[in-house]
């Protein structure tokens, strides 16, 4: 049995942390899925914007798209990255039926300048929804303060949300509170809840960048803080997914939303370059890696179940940081912040990028 094998048996969905038409054309996604455990797929606006301006793959389209007058890049990039999407979400297809929809989904984000506006989020998300029109897609949305919001409407309108820019222990049981406040509230208006499904993605190395600046260079605690803080966010899950009101729930199909491990990549070259995974096993969880992080896990990853092993070493590091001078609220607080504006630098970047090149098919401008 491969690592990558392994990992899955082990309860670990194996989900890319990329998407592109090179990736789709090629086969390579195809191949992913079927060889290397990939169960699904995540995207966002810097990764469109890397697909979208780093190749030609997509010229014939908006090609087309202008000559048949369209002028608007919002509209062109939707038509762009929509069909990707639809792509993967067909290949992810048989996961997704073989898993009895428990796996293989591809997200697609809200545009990043929405994160701040709550009907806006809902009514973008609602419009996604039905255009991508597939039983195994889910609308990402920002766990941001107007975002908690909008997750309990979409839940409740029987929407798959993965709730997306989870940095802190805290914002993260809001966002499990929305879903299974969306759930109560749909099963009092008599709607089913079997079919729905929710991912919220924590991320990962981005809280250790921050945090290890401000650590002493001798620090135990340096590359610590952000496994600690998953590994007891999987504690905080566990029991917000147990008890009378969630069986309730769970009798009438509700399925626990799940959490995913985001930015796991390693940024500190000083580090495993599977820290992020390695650290992370047990059953439950969904990890989004990057290509290089995946091909790294199938060489030399080694399984064993780490997540729950050590509960209160997790929450004594958090502990010890507090006491270190560790402003942990803050820090998640600015990576939130950080986070939405860079995805909006990216997909400002991208329609930037998407005018001119309609601007160069314009048939008018020759």
């Known amino acids: 049995m ?45 990764i469109f914007a890397k697909a979208i301006t780093g190749s030609d793959r997509y010229d014939e389209q908006l090609r087309r798209l202008a000559s048949e007058g369209s002028r608007d890049a919002g509209a062109a990039f939707f038509a762009l990255a929509l069909d990707d999407a639809r792509t993967a979400a067909r290949t992810l297809r048989p996961t997704f039926d073989r898993t009895s929809g428990r796996d293989g989904f591809i997200s697609f984000e809200c545009t990043p300048d929405l994160a701040d506006d709550t009907e806006a989020t809902i009514a973008q998300a609602t419009d996604l929804w039905q255009r991508l029109d597939q039983p195994n897609v889910m609308i990402k949305v920002p766990g941001t303060q107007a975002g908690l919001p909008a997750i309990e409407e979409l839940t409740r309108r029987g929407i798959n949300v993965n709730v997306t820019l989870l940095f802190a222990i805290e914002r993260y049981e809001q966002a499990i509170d929305a879903y299974l406040s969306g759930l109560t509230a749909r099963a009092a208006a008599g709607e089913p809840l079997d079919g729905i499904a929710s991912v919220a993605s924590f991320f990962l190395s981005r809280i250790d ?38 069986n309730r729930l769970e009798g009438l199909g509700a399925r626990a939303q799940r959490p995913l491990w985001a930015s796991t990549g390693t940024k500190n070259r000083e580090y495993s370059d599977v820290r992020y995974v390695a650290e992370l096993i047990g059953p439950g969880v969904i990890n989004t890696m990057p290509e290089q992080t995946l091909a790294a896990f199938a060489e030399h990853g080694e399984v064993t179940r780490t997540l729950d092993a050590h509960p209160a070493q997790a929450t004594r590091a958090l502990a010890d940081a507090a006491a270190e001078g560790i402003d942990l609220a803050t820090i998640t607080a600015e ?23 309609l601007n160069a098919m314009d048939p008018a401008a020759e």
Not at 34 to 46: E, F, L, W, Y
Not at 212 to 240: F, H, K, N, T
Not at 342 to 355: A, G, Q, R
């Open 2 to 46: 491969t690592n990558l094998r392994r990992l899955q048996a082990a309860g670990v969905s194996i989900w890319l942390d990329t998407l592109s038409r090179q990736l789709l054309e090629s086969g390579e996604f195809a191949r992913l899925v079927r060889d290397a455990s990939v169960t699904g797929a995540t995207s966002n606006p810097t």
């Open 209 to 246: 960048t921050r945090v290890d600046a401000q650590l002493a260079a001798d620090s135990p605690l340096r590359g610590r803080v952000a496994i600690a803080s998953a590994q007891v966010a999987y504690q905080r899950c566990l029991s917000r997914f147990a008890g009378p009101d969630w």
């Open 335 to 357: 990576l939130e912040r950080d986070g939405v504006r860079s995805f909006c630098d990216s997909f400002h970047e991208l329609l930037v990028c998407i005018e001119s090149k």
